[in-house]
């Protein structure tokens, strides 16, 4: 049987979070058993049943043999379905649920180790004043034409209109900007109450004529957004490609100046992408993702596993079938350090989830276990090649 891999994936996702049908599981064992002319045999010992199935899902992805069976070794006894997944957060589990006094002996002490990022943004007023949103105290922070800004004490900025606002009509072309910078993180609340949450090296425009006849933001880098709904008045955001629409939803935008691709993965409710350069534009569903092509008048549309393209949300990598340089590029920006390679990079992808909340050679000691040597010079991460 031929089956499109990123589907069967998709499956075996789902039968890990328990949300697969009895017609989606029927299509995956008959994918599985044809593969290997070995039927699934819920009789057959655990391990091996979740080694089999591992490797054959891994094979099918074109993973190395040795890395599948390196990642064999590291699986720690969990359900059959979940085994088809390459946990790295077992890995570092098992590493910090030690004892203080076995891990003096293990741990590895790295110079200019780079630590996690934080809340840390810059508020740009429209007068071009910038306020360090790390270093103001909470409370009233700006009043910006109508609206008053205000920062929480869990560092949450939020937009109210002014008790002394006049209700108007009158456009303007001033506005303020939230900016996150390498190792930084940072949430919003416009002023009709939709939630804005900004991953690292990112920003969100905001013009002080919101909700006058529309509500439009623009963004570069990646947010996640809870749309307040309000059916008279259509929530827009624009990159630098793309505008998308809504009503009222929850979505994630990923789109970085220097990455090709710009994704859009809906989780609630519906939104329509419309490409600039294309002119053309497309509606997603619930558990659809768009990718946009910086440089093609392409939008391709796709039913995704959400989680990965949300989990920096929780306070997570988690990598799906992700390359190196991919994986390398989201260190860069939270950790705030520079990536550099040497020799000749490895075709590995990986898998798994790691926390965002450690230090970065945490991560790398994690990473390492997948056969990618590491070393830290200063704010430089290198990244050594098979011949190093």
């Given at each position: 049987?031929?089956?499109?891999?990123?589907?069967?994936?998709?499956?075996?996702?789902?039968?890990?979070?328990?949300?697969?049908?009895?017609?989606?599981?029927?299509?995956?064992?008959?994918?599985?058993?044809?593969?290997?002319?070995?039927?699934?045999?819920?009789?057959?010992?655990?391990?091996?049943?979740?080694?089999?199935?591992?490797v054959s899902v891994m094979r099918r992805r074109k993973l190395p043999g040795k890395y599948t069976q390196m990642l064999l070794a590291r699986l720690p006894a969990i359900g059959v379905a979940a085994s088809?997944?390459?946990?790295?957060?077992?890995?570092?589990?098992q590493q910090s649920s030690r004892t203080p006094s076995v891990m003096a002996d293990k741990t590895v002490v790295v110079k200019n180790d780079a630590t996690p990022g934080m809340d840390r943004a810059i508020?740009?007023?429209?007068?071009?004043?910038?306020?360090?949103?790390?270093?103001?105290?909470?409370?009233?922070?700006?009043?910006?034409?109508?609206?008053?800004?205000?920062?929480?004490?869990?560092?949450?900025?939020?937009?109210?209109?002014?008790?002394?606002?006049?209700?108007?009509?009158?456009?303007?072309?001033?506005?303020?900007v939230v900016t996150t910078p390498k190792g930084g993180k940072y949430q919003a609340v416009l002023p009709d109450g939709s939630q804005v949450w900004l991953n690292s090296n990112s920003s969100l425009r905001?013009?002080?004529?919101?909700?006058?006849?529309?509500?439009?933001?623009?963004?570069?880098?990646?947010?996640?957004?809870?749309?307040?709904?309000?059916?008279?008045?259509?929530?827009?955001?624009?990159?630098?490609?793309?505008?998308?629409?809504?009503?009222?939803?929850?979505?994630?935008?990923?789109?970085?100046?220097?990455?090709?691709?710009?994704?859009?993965?809906?989780?609630?409710?519906?939104?329509?992408?419309?490409?600039?350069?294309?002119?053309?534009?497309?509606?997603?569903?619930?558990?659809?993702?768009?990718?946009?092509?910086?440089?093609?008048?392409?939008?391709?549309?796709?039913?995704?596993?959400?989680?990965?393209?949300?989990?920096?949300?929780?306070?997570?990598?988690?990598?799906?079938?992700?390359?190196?340089?991919?994986?390398?590029?989201?260190?860069?920006?939270?950790?705030?350090?520079?990536?550099?390679?040497?020799?000749?990079?490895?075709?590995?992808?990986?898998?798994?989830?790691?926390?965002?909340?450690?230090?970065?050679?945490?991560?790398?000691?994690?990473?390492?276990?997948?056969?990618?040597?590491?070393?830290?010079?200063?704010?430089?991460?290198?990244?050594?090649?098979?011949?190093?």
């Amino acid at each position: 049987m031929s089956k499109d891999i990123n589907r069967i994936y998709l499956l075996a996702k789902k039968i890990e979070n328990n949300t697969i049908s009895d017609t989606e599981l029927d299509e995956f064992n008959a994918w599985y058993n044809s593969f290997d002319d070995q039927s699934v045999d819920y009789s057959e010992k655990d391990k091996e049943l979740k080694k089999r199935i591992l490797v054959s899902v891994m094979r099918r992805r074109k993973l190395p043999g040795k890395y599948t069976q390196m990642l064999l070794a590291r699986l720690p006894a969990i359900g059959v379905a979940a085994s088809i997944f390459i946990f790295l957060t077992w890995l570092f589990f098992q590493q910090s649920s030690r004892t203080p006094s076995v891990m003096a002996d293990k741990t590895v002490v790295v110079k200019n180790d780079a630590t996690p990022g934080m809340d840390r943004a810059i508020l740009t007023l429209s007068n071009g004043d910038k306020l360090d949103l790390s270093k103001v105290e909470p409370g009233l922070i700006a009043t910006e034409g109508n609206f008053q800004v205000f920062k929480s004490r869990d560092n949450i900025i939020t937009y109210k209109l002014s008790r002394k606002a006049k209700r108007t009509s009158t456009r303007t072309s001033l506005f303020n900007v939230v900016t996150t910078p390498k190792g930084g993180k940072y949430q919003a609340v416009l002023p009709d109450g939709s939630q804005v949450w900004l991953n690292s090296n990112s920003s969100l425009r905001l013009p002080l004529d919101f909700g006058i006849g529309e509500r439009r933001v623009g963004m570069s880098g990646e947010g996640y957004f809870e749309v307040a709904k309000d059916r008279k008045k259509v929530f827009r955001v624009a990159t630098h490609n793309q505008v998308i629409e809504v009503l009222g939803t929850h979505f994630n935008v990923k789109s970085y100046s220097d990455e090709a691709v710009c994704r859009v993965t809906l989780l609630e409710g519906s939104v329509r992408i419309i490409s600039d350069a294309a002119k053309i534009s497309k509606l997603l569903k619930p558990g659809q993702q768009a990718e946009i092509l910086s440089r093609a008048s392409i939008i391709n549309v796709h039913d995704v596993d959400t989680a990965p393209a949300v989990a920096w949300k929780s306070g997570y990598f988690e990598f799906d079938h992700t390359d190196i340089k991919s994986l390398m590029s989201q260190l860069s920006r939270w950790y705030n350090v520079d990536i550099v390679y040497q020799g000749a990079i490895s075709n590995d992808y990986y898998e798994g989830r790691i926390s965002r909340n450690v230090n970065l050679s945490e991560v790398l000691k994690i990473l390492e276990n997948g056969g990618v040597n590491f070393k830290i010079e200063g704010r430089k991460l290198i990244v050594l090649g098979n011949n190093n």
